[in-house]
């Protein structure tokens, strides 16, 4: 998501995206990080990874939607901040269910994991950069 900020600068250009979005985000992720104990002691890790993948991919439909049509405006950037802290909710609830069960595996596959998360973002930020490279910004 902290990848594609330009795309809502772009859209909310009177509005401040790189210093505003971020925060609502990492609130999300720091609640449901407080929480996990509690949340996962309730409620089974497919239930939470269920919960968090179909909250994340509903919460960035959205946030295209409002970027698409209402841009430019108070009510679309409050939306913004709101589907942000959303996605903090949701996605962090994924990521934490799966870095729980990994714990159940081998060293070995653990590390493969880790290894494979990290590797997997930068995929994502370099295939960015070159698409950005080349249909420019």
């Not at 069960?101 to 653990?110: L, Q």
Request: glycine letters at 8%; aromatic letters at 16%.
């Amino acid at each position: 998501m902290l990848a594609g900020l330009d795309f809502f600068q772009e859209s909310f250009a009177d509005y401040d995206i790189y210093s505003y979005l971020s925060p609502p985000l990492f609130l999300g992720y720091v609640i449901v990080g407080l929480s996990y104990h509690v949340l996962s002691n309730r409620f089974h890790y497919i239930q939470l990874i269920k919960f968090g993948n179909i909250g994340t991919s509903l919460v960035l439909v959205c946030m295209m939607l409002t970027a698409l049509f209402l841009d430019q405006s108070t009510l679309g950037y409050s939306l913004l901040l709101i589907e942000a802290f959303l996605l903090g909710l949701s996605a962090n609830m994924s990521q934490l269910t799966f870095f729980a069960m990994i714990n159940y595996f081998s060293e070995k596959v653990v590390s493969w994991f880790t290894v494979g998360t990290a590797v997997s973002g930068l995929f994502v930020t370099t295939l960015r950069l070159i698409i950005l490279g080349i249909a420019g910004a």
